[in-house]
């Protein structure tokens, strides 16, 4: 009986709490409601400023636009120079005010537009569709990270949170080094316990990514000795550049391409008598004759997986295949720097849970993941070493990134700030 009396006061007096929650929550979401004509308006803004990453001037000037807001909400701002790895910048927004856990929340300045395309400016399509350079990829989420703390704010929760928001000036095309371009970021990642990436996924405002591929690049440099092509395959000339090129590309297939959440794709390839290959411009020349016995071959790819793991065992193997060397050949490869996985952890899929519950409360629907193989790198993967949980693909809703046909949807900018309001709340109250 005592039992039942003390179960029966803990309820009653839970009950106010629990409506108090929903009382706060509700009012997060009419905020978002109140301003989501201004919220378009300052999209709007943002996609006609060319921001292309190699346009500092226009990077410079989108953050220029966003940290005001940022200050009116009384966060610490700055813009943080990126000379020191050719590129405009990063943008840096914090607030510490001692309660609930630690929050980076992840977006960028720069679209993969530059001041020559013909896709330069917001395009009404319909009622519910917009087109223009970078709405989807990523100025709508760099916007849906502001209208939610500012609903935050607006409800005096914000000054209690422990939030710290870096949209960087390059994630389109990174810097070098990355350990400069990426600083500020795994700076904050180190800090943070918890990380958001507003990177709009796979464009379906269903799921959200637990997981993302590495991307890193490599660069096959082969040398045969030359001569007469009526000489080919005889013991001192041997098979040539090309062929040992050939013979190393089709054995990383054959021997690598089963494996789940692996890909490694040659993205260029030149071989002849004389050969060169430009990094910067991605281009290469090439000469030579049928009757000459190519002397150089020069090949470049990427590789994509899921774990470290993955990706130091399969640069192992890929550099024991090339050193495998045809007759009077010999082959080198190096490996890149890049962006490295974010890998699958059991509080991503906790965090994923309770952004699910969020939505489903708020009348969205379930959220699942994307899977791994359908994502590509991102700058949250530069968090996975620090935070305890993450999730990206909290942006606006989309589809056709990079492309001259990108869109956003116009109802995903309100309901994706109302999700990650009240998540933010939740995980201020947990």
Not at 12 to 24: E, F, I
Not at 247 to 265: C, V
């Amino acid at each position: 009986m005592k039992y039942i009396t003390f179960l029966v006061a803990v309820i009653l007096c839970s009950m106010p709490v629990l409506a108090q929650k929903n009382k706060v929550e509700k009012k997060l979401v009419k905020w978002v409601d109140d301003h989501n004509d201004e919220a378009m308006s300052f999209l709007e803004d943002l996609v006609n400023i060319n921001s292309g990453t190699m346009n500092f001037e226009g990077v410079k000037a989108v953050a220029d636009a966003l940290m005001p807001k940022f200050e009116a909400l009384g966060m610490e701002v700055e813009f943080t120079d990126g000379s020191s790895f050719n590129r405009a910048g990063h943008l840096v927004a914090r607030i510490q005010g001692g309660k609930g856990p630690k929050i980076l929340m992840i977006g960028h300045l720069d679209t993969v537009f530059e001041p020559n395309s013909s896709f330069q400016k917001w395009k009404k399509v319909d009622d519910e569709t917009i087109s223009g350079p970078g709405i989807a990829d990523m100025k709508g989420g760099d916007v849906i990270i502001l209208q939610s703390l500012s609903a935050l704010h607006a409800q005096g929760l914000l000054k209690d949170m422990n939030i710290w928001v870096v949209m960087t000036g390059d994630e389109e095309l990174s810097g070098s080094p990355l350990s400069a371009s990426k600083a500020e970021l795994i700076e904050a990642a180190k800090w943070a316990d918890i990380a958001l990436g507003f990177e709009n996924a796979d464009g379906n405002f269903k799921t959200v990514n637990v997981a993302r591929r590495s991307s890193s690049s490599w660069k096959l440099e082969v040398t045969g000795k030359a001569g007469h092509s009526s000489q080919v395959f005889k013991p001192e000339r041997g098979v040539g550049a090309i062929y040992e090129a050939s013979r190393i590309l089709y054995q990383f297939y054959e021997e690598l391409s089963g494996e789940e959440f692996l890909t490694f794709n040659p993205g260029a390839i030149v071989g002849g008598t004389e050969t060169s290959y430009d990094a910067k411009t991605k281009s290469g020349q090439a000469f030579g004759k049928n009757n000459v016995i190519a002397q150089s071959a020069i090949v470049t790819g990427d590789i994509r997986c899921l774990s470290m793991e993955q990706l130091k065992r399969t640069q192992n193997k890929m550099a024991e295949i090339v050193a495998q060397n045809l007759p009077q050949t010999l082959a080198t490869i190096t490996f890149n720097e890049g962006y490295p996985p974010f890998p699958p952890k059991d509080g991503n899929y906790e965090l994923m849970k309770q952004f699910s519950q969020v939505s489903s409360d708020l009348g969205f629907g379930e959220v699942t993941a994307v899977n791994p193989a359908d994502a590509g790198a991102a700058d949250i993967s530069f968090t996975a070493e620090f935070v305890d949980r993450g999730i990206d693909g909290m942006g606006m809703s989309g589809a056709n990134d990079h492309s001259i046909d990108e869109i956003g949807y116009t109802w995903a900018l309100p309901m994706q700030s109302k999700r990650t309001a009240v998540l933010l709340y939740r995980l201020l109250q947990d």
